[in-house]
C-alpha cells in the first residue's frame, strides 16, 4: 500500500506536502507531483498538509482517480522527473486551477 497524488494536484502543483515527507518520496514534473510507491513509508502526515486535497492512501481512492496508482508509478520513474524535498511557490495561475475537475488531460508528461 502506499500514498496517491490524484488529478486534483494536475495545474495547481502546490508543495506543502513536500515540507513534511520524512522519506522524500514526492518527484516534481512540470505541471504536477507525484509519489514513488516503493519510498512512501505510508505515515500519511502528507494528506492534511495537501490544500486541493490531492493524496489519498491507495485504500481510499476515489473510484473515478484508481488510473493514478498507475500514472504516479509510471512518472515517479520517468527521466526528469526529480525528487523534491523543498517546498516551491505553487504556479501564478494555481488558485485558479484548484477546484477543476477533468484535469487529465493537462497533465504534462
Given at each position: 500500500m502506499t500514498h496517491v497524488v490524484s488529478?486534483?494536484?494536475i495545474?495547481?502543483?502546490y508543495t506543502d506536502c513536500v515540507d513534511v515527507c520524512p522519506v522524500d518520496c514526492f518527484r516534481e514534473g512540470p505541471n504536477m507531483?507525484?509519489?514513488e510507491p516503493d519510498e512512501c513509508i505510508d505515515c500519511a502526515v502528507c494528506i492534511p498538509e495537501c490544500p486541493v486535497n490531492a493524496i489519498y492512501a491507495e485504500e481510499d481512492l476515489p473510484a473515478d482517480?484508481?488510473?493514478f496508482i498507475k500514472i504516479n508509478l509510471e512518472l515517479s520513474?520517468?527521466?526528469?522527473?526529480k525528487s523534491i524535498t523543498k517546498r516551491k511557490p505553487a504556479p501564478a495561475d494555481a488558485d485558479d486551477w484548484k477546484d477543476k475537475t477533468g484535469k487529465l488531460s493537462e497533465l504534462v508528461r
Amino acid at each position: 500500500m502506499t500514498h496517491v497524488v490524484s488529478e486534483s494536484c494536475i495545474r495547481c502543483k502546490y508543495t506543502d506536502c513536500v515540507d513534511v515527507c520524512p522519506v522524500d518520496c514526492f518527484r516534481e514534473g512540470p505541471n504536477m507531483l507525484v509519489i514513488e510507491p516503493d519510498e512512501c513509508i505510508d505515515c500519511a502526515v502528507c494528506i492534511p498538509e495537501c490544500p486541493v486535497n490531492a493524496i489519498y492512501a491507495e485504500e481510499d481512492l476515489p473510484a473515478d482517480q484508481l488510473n493514478f496508482i498507475k500514472i504516479n508509478l509510471e512518472l515517479s520513474t520517468q527521466a526528469g522527473w526529480k525528487s523534491i524535498t523543498k517546498r516551491k511557490p505553487a504556479p501564478a495561475d494555481a488558485d485558479d486551477w484548484k477546484d477543476k475537475t477533468g484535469k487529465l488531460s493537462e497533465l504534462v508528461r
